[in-house]
């Protein structure tokens, strides 16, 4: 597509269950990132992909979160368990990799609770 | 990793131009700057790029001294839709790690 998409573009759930959070990166690009934003915060890491390559994970702040990708084209971000400190927006991005610039999806609003 | 610092926030009128500097005094020698805008309820949108002196596109200016510890972004005779939070990034390659909090513009009528 045009743009980077994410789904569902909001999501309520309560405490304890998990949920799965999905973006399509732009078609091409090799690397996609994974980020939270709390309200009122800045971008806060979580996971990155580049081509086949192993994933940078150190941004997951618990072992509750996962990521995978198939390739270079969709990926999921995973929370179990949900907690109400994971209520958020959880922006997904992609870029051709090296040093260009990334785009961004529109996000997913979390509530949990 | 190259830490960067910006004002919280700036206030400006319709019509003037804005300068937002962003201090990054670590920056490795491979690391470019980029800046990011940010509405409500919108991801982060891809502003400028640069790696040293001064690169303009059409939506703004990006100023970096010879010694590259800081770099301005230059909106021109901004308007009330350019209230946003800009972000500085500064990175070496495709990876990236935390943005940091941004400078929230306000502009006023």
């Known amino acids: 597509g045009a743009g980077v998409s994410q789904s569902p573009s909001n999501k309520v759930t309560e405490k304890g269950k998990d949920v799965e959070l999905r973006c399509d990166p732009i078609s091409g690009h090799t690397a996609l990132y994974w980020y939270r934003q709390r309200l009122g915060q800045g971008l806060e890491f979580l996971i990155y992909f580049q081509g086949n390559s192993a994933p940078d994970k150190s941004g997951l702040p618990s072992d509750r979160f996962s990521a995978e990708r198939t390739g270079e084209s969709v990926s999921t971000l995973t929370i179990q368990r949900t907690q109400q400190e994971d209520s958020a927006v959880y922006l997904c991005a992609s870029s051709l990799g090296g040093s260009g610039g990334y785009t961004f999806g529109s996000g997913t609003r979390l509530t949990v609770v | 990793l190259a830490k960067t610092t910006q004002p919280i926030s700036m206030d400006s009128y319709e019509g003037q131009e804005v300068n937002i500097t962003c201090s990054h005094n670590n920056i490795a020698t491979n690391d470019y700057i980029t800046w990011y805008q940010q509405f409500p309820s919108q991801g982060p949108r891809f502003i400028i790029q640069g790696y040293k002196t001064k690169v303009t596109n059409e939506v703004a200016s990006l100023f970096i001294p010879a010694d590259r510890k800081s770099s301005t972004l230059s909106l021109p005779r901004v308007s009330l839709s350019d209230t946003a939070v800009y972000y500085c990034?500064?990175?070496?390659?495709?990876?990236?790690?935390?943005f940091g909090s941004g400078t929230q513009l306000t502009v006023l009528p």
């Open positions: 990034l500064v990175r070496s390659s495709a990876r990236q790690l935390t």
